[in-house]
């Protein structure tokens, strides 16, 4: 789950020259789905329209629940991991096709830092962390047995999936909730509304620039939770995520694990970090940034500078044996997003 970002519309800081949208009223809205709390900020002519739009935004990301949930029994994952091993392909619906094939190509242009069949890894990682105790080794080395992204073929003629070997599961939580928030800013547009931001938990999609501004300004969320953010980022048609350990961790026998896990060690990561990534799309800047973190910083820079067109990033490394302070590294285009502080 990456890190919580702070969206705020600030007309005043940034004003530009009036517009044709200069009449419409900003309507805020928050709904719990995909297990999680999604905000959407609209700008509409009236409650009516901005009632009905952001309605069937919501309905657009419950739907995409039922599709790309592991947690669900019924979805539509769950019921293609259910035939793992089995020699079966399994029919895809679009929206599972397109997010199982970005997730594939991310998988292979990472050499498996991003990894979608990882469930069974993360699985057993919910419960160490619960448990605060290590899987056992050959826990973790049976688990790991059923993980591999080559095992995942996927068809793109047919538009099916085959999971290879007995046990896989499927984890799209890097990368589905991406996908929603821009599935749903393409049904606010459908709908008559251009200026729209939706932040499902910290990934951060935003449409046209709010009336009277130049973007939305949106607060980088810090390395540690207890502080405030110190830099900002002045956004529009772009989408944002930070990706990290700040929130959700655990201490074991004195070392500090994230909830992301390296699918080359089964575990948690040990690096005290952050990723923001920014991108054209959300469902690139959820993925990448969790992808960025596994890779680390020299790898996980040179990867979006050379390989990933339209995204910048930031990383952010904790204070470390020899390193008292953090240390923090950007890719060379990120400062052109930067707002300044709010006042």
Request: aromatic letters at 6%; glycine letters at 8%; charged letters at 20%.
């Amino acid at each position: 789950m990456p890190l919580h970002l702070l969206p705020l519309a600030l007309a005043t800081a940034f004003a530009i020259a009036p517009d044709s949208h200069a009449d419409l009223d900003r309507f805020a809205f928050s709904e719990m789905l995909m297990g999680m709390q999604f905000r959407v900020v609209v700008y509409a002519p009236d409650e009516q329209s901005a009632n009905r739009a952001v309605s069937a935004a919501f309905r657009r990301i419950l739907q995409l629940n039922t599709v790309c949930s592991d947690y669900e029994a019924d979805s539509e994952l769950s019921r293609l991991c259910a035939t793992a091993g089995t020699g079966q392909a399994v029919a895809l619906s679009d929206d599972l096709f397109r997010v199982l094939t970005a997730s594939q190509a991310l998988a292979e242009r990472t050499d498996g830092a991003f990894d979608p069949t990882v469930g069974p890894l993360t699985r057993l990682w919910r419960r160490s962390r619960r448990s605060r105790q290590l899987p056992a080794p050959e826990v973790l080395e049976k688990a790991r047995q059923a993980v591999g992204w080559k095992h995942l073929e996927i068809d793109p003629q047919r538009k099916t999936a085959e999971l290879k070997r007995p046990g896989m599961q499927l984890d799209l939580g890097g990368i589905a909730v991406g996908f929603a928030i821009d599935e749903a800013l393409k049904v606010l547009k459908a709908e008559g509304i251009q200026s729209a931001l939706i932040d499902g938990s910290g990934d951060i999609g935003v449409s046209d620039a709010p009336p009277g501004t130049a973007g939305w300004k949106i607060g980088v969320a810090p390395l540690d939770a207890d502080k405030s953010p110190s830099r900002y980022l002045l956004l529009k048609n772009r989408a944002v995520t930070t990706s990290g350990d700040a929130f959700q961790f655990v201490e074991i026998d004195g070392v500090r694990y994230s909830h992301i896990v390296d699918p080359r060690t089964g575990l948690g990561l040990t690096t005290h970090s952050s990723v923001t990534l920014i991108a054209p799309t959300c469902i690139v800047a959820d993925s990448h940034a969790t992808a960025v973190c596994v890779l680390g910083p020299d790898r996980g820079l040179e990867f979006v500078e050379k390989q990933t067109p339209g995204a910048e990033a930031l990383f952010v490394l904790g204070a470390r044996d020899g390193h008292p302070e953090p240390s923090i590294r950007e890719t060379a285009g990120f400062s052109r997003f930067q707002a300044p502080p709010v006042p």
